[in-house]
Structures are given as C-alpha cells and as structure tokens.
C-alpha cells in the first residue's frame, strides 16, 4: 500500500521557471491538500480539493495553480517561481471530517523545492 | 494571534523523563484535535487523536480542556526514539476537512 506519493523529490528551479508537483494517493480518499511548511511556521494550506472536481484557496494560494485530475491525482503548478517560494511541499490526503470528528490526513514525503 | 499556538521548544530531556507538551487553539468551533509526529526531513505522521475524555496509548497520554482551549502530550519514560517535532493539529470541517496545524514542539531525548 503506497498511501501518498510525491514526485519530485527534491527540485531546484531558477526565478521564473516553472513547474508541477505530481502527488496521488491509493487509499480512494476524497479530500487532497497541498501544504508548504517553513522554518518556524508549521504547515501551511496552500489550496485543497474537498472532492473529485472542486478546488479551493488555502491559507497561501498566491503564486499556485492546482489541478484536481482525478479522484487520485492533486497536481501543484509554479507558473514563474520566486525565491519566496523556497520550502517543502507536502501533499496530504484524508476522508471527509466524520461525525465522530476523527479524520487522519496521510502526508506523501514531500518535496524539496529551492529557487535560486 | 495563531489559530494554533505551541511551545516551540526545544525540550532537551534524559531517557527515561517525564516531558509534557501543551497546545492552545483559538477557534471555539474546533471539532477535532490530533497530535502529529514528524521526524527530521520527513513527513508528518498522526501520533494519536484527542478525544474529550482525554487517552492513552502506550507511554502517550492526550488531554483536551474544551472550556480552556488547550490540548497536552504527556509522554512517560522518553526514549531516544522519541526525538521529533510534536505538531498540535485542530480540525473543523467547513465543506471540507480544514485541520490547522501548529508549528510544532521540538524533543530531544538524550542518554
């Protein structure tokens, strides 16, 4: 059972350059997220799809674009990466919030993203 | 003011200590509450839920004072193994499965 896969692992971009992070997951979870997370600030929402066909702002969706594929696939476009954009990404997914309010979100290993 | 507000540590502390970590949301809506682990340069991993009548799992103990708004970690007999960042997460869900997390508490436990 691979749960949540991320690729690349590791990326180094010049500013302006662009790129996707690929993320699925196998668990036939609804909910996909994309986090970024920094030194000293926890992790971040950047946007999320509640549902296949549906995405929404996060927290920090300036300078991202997002595509909901399909039920398994949550993409995360840079259209022209700055430096402010150096983190790590983690791709997160989980079912919807039950009514006995626990709902475990599984993160893929994340991405490494520099941009020089 | 964060939603999600943790000690940032580092708790330096022997094998064998007793170490407690404390967390406080600011959204009363909060429905519920997790404490995730995440080793160095890797991803975070669910540690245990936090139910209202408070748990145990093993040498972990999580405890939830809704009328306070504070969650706590106890962790009993620390291992070397325990050395991570400890992440509060507080989850609502308004059309989705919104979890806020906090920046995280830093042990490590020494010989």
């Known amino acids: 059972n691979a749960g949540v896969t991320q690729t690349p692992k590791f990326q180094v971009l010049k500013t302006g350059q662009s790129m996707t992070l690929q993320c699925a997951q196998d668990?036939?979870?609804?909910?996909m997220y994309w986090y970024r997370q920094d030194p000293g600030m926890g992790l971040r929402l950047i946007y999320y799809s509640a549902s296949e066909g549906t995405t929404d702002k996060g927290e920090v969706p300036n300078g991202y674009n997002v595509s909901r594929l399909n039920k398994r696939e949550f993409s995360l476009r840079l259209e022209s990466a700055a430096p402010s954009q150096t983190s790590v990404y983690f791709c997160?997914?989980?079912?919807?919030?039950?009514?006995?309010?626990?709902?475990?979100?599984?993160f893929g290993q994340g991405t490494r993203l520099t941009v020089v | 003011r964060k939603e999600v507000e943790q000690d940032p540590g580092p708790f330096n502390v022997p094998e064998g200590a007793t170490v407690a970590f404390n967390c406080t949301y600011s959204?009363?809506?909060?429905?519920?509450f997790f404490w995730y682990r995440q080793d160095c340069r890797k991803e975070p991993k669910l540690l245990m839920s936090?139910?209202?009548s408070g748990n145990e799992d093993g040498r972990f103990t999580a405890q939830l004072n809704r009328a306070s708004q504070y969650i706590s970690l106890l962790i009993r007999d620390s291992k070397l193994s325990d050395s991570a960042t400890y992440l509060c997460?507080?989850?609502?869900?308004?059309?989705?499965?919104?979890?806020?997390f906090g920046a995280g508490t830093r042990l490590a436990v020494h010989p």
């Open positions: 936090v139910y209202s």
């Open positions: 668990m036939n979870h609804n909910s």
């Open positions: 997460v507080v989850g609502f869900s308004g059309g989705y499965n919104k979890l806020i």
């Open positions: 959204n009363s809506a909060s429905q519920s």
């Open positions: 997160a997914s989980s079912e919807a919030l039950s009514t006995q309010g626990r709902t475990e979100a599984f």
